[in-house]
């Protein structure tokens, strides 16, 4: 049963510590979305990949946050400086990318890193 | 602007009824539009989708309708059980591309037994 992965599933820190969180996506799949979940903005898509280039991250706050995938088993997002304002929970997904319409072609989330920023 | 719209945030029903989330869009461009499930601490699943070229798609006990005109989707639960109590999230996208799903803040059905 392929899943995604994400570590850590929990994360405490102090405002101003570096954050990383990791993601692995399910093998095969060639497309890569970084998620935040907060109570106010609901899921809002921060960024995403597409055979390890990064498509769009008009969703990320730029002076903090950063994205990358160093190769196609992990994808990791950064946060330096961490701030309050980021505590949320953090999902990957990841998926084919096809246009074809059909259940395939979804995308499958990882169980989140809960982040709290002291 | 939220594009997506989910106005209630929370549904609750007895088990056995029908369950009814709504879910409202503004941009005309969207052409694929899904539901997905999340249970506490886990990530959201993939519930049931619909191409704008139709205005229903049934599986099971879950059928989405789509009103393009209202630019408006809801999905129906028959017969709602227990364990279908969780938050729903509708999404939306356009160009049938993947890459890009809008949500909607969710809503929290809890089915009572």
């Known amino acids: 049963d392929a899943r995604v992965t994400q570590t850590p599933r929990h994360k405490v820190t102090e405002m101003g510590q570096e954050v990383t969180m990791r993601c692995q996506p399910i093998?095969?799949?060639?497309?890569v979305f970084w998620y935040r979940q907060t109570m106010m903005q609901g899921l809002e898509l921060l960024a995403y990949f597409r055979n390890r280039a990064p498509l769009d991250d008009s969703g990320m706050p730029k002076d903090r946050f950063s994205a990358e995938m160093p190769d196609a088993t992990l994808a990791t997002l950064k946060i330096q400086p961490s701030e309050p304002r980021d505590s949320a929970v953090y999902f990957c997904?990841?998926?084919?990318?096809?246009?074809?319409?059909?259940?395939?072609?979804?995308?499958?989330f990882g169980p989140g890193t809960r982040l709290t920023v002291l | 602007d939220q594009q997506v719209k989910q106005n209630s945030p929370s549904l609750s029903v007895q088990e056995g009824r029908i369950s009814i989330l709504n879910c409202d869009y503004t941009?005309?461009?969207?052409?694929?539009f899904l539901w997905y499930k999340k249970y506490p601490a886990e990530g959201p699943t993939f519930l049931i989708s619909i191409s704008s070229i139709k205005d229903k798609n049934e599986d099971g006990r879950f059928t989405v309708f789509l009103n393009k005109s209202a630019k408006h989707l809801s999905l129906h639960i028959v017969p709602s059980q227990p364990g279908d109590s969780a938050v729903y999230f509708c999404?939306?996208?356009?160009?049938?591309?993947?890459?890009?799903?809008?949500f909607g803040k969710g809503t929290k059905l809890s089915v009572k037994p």
């Open positions: 997904a990841s998926g084919r990318g096809g246009l074809a319409v059909t259940r395939t072609d979804t995308q499958y």
């Open positions: 093998l095969g799949h060639n497309t």
């Open positions: 999404a939306a996208s356009a160009g049938g591309s993947q890459g890009n799903l809008i």
């Open positions: 941009n005309s461009m969207f052409d694929y």
